[in-house]
């Protein structure tokens, strides 16, 4: 009997472990999506600015606009 309330209580302390890592893992897959989503936006939208302008893609010396 005292063996099987030792793995009760094993399972019972690994589940709130297993949770909040289930959730930070979940926030940072969101995060991590929701700003290459932004990245490609962006970059779609300065293509067609720079396609409206004739301009050239900027090198990695030059700066941003």
């Known amino acids: 009997m005292a063996l099987d309330n030792y793995w009760v209580n094993a399972v019972w302390s690994i589940i709130p472990t297993i949770g909040i890592a289930g959730f930070f893992w979940f926030v940072i897959r969101s ?14 939208v300065e293509a067609q600015l720079r396609a409206e ?7 990695p010396d030059q700066p941003r606009r």
């Open 53 to 59: 302008r004739n301009q050239p893609r900027p090198g």
């Open 31 to 44: 995060i991590l999506r929701a700003d290459r989503t932004e990245r490609r936006a962006r970059d779609r």
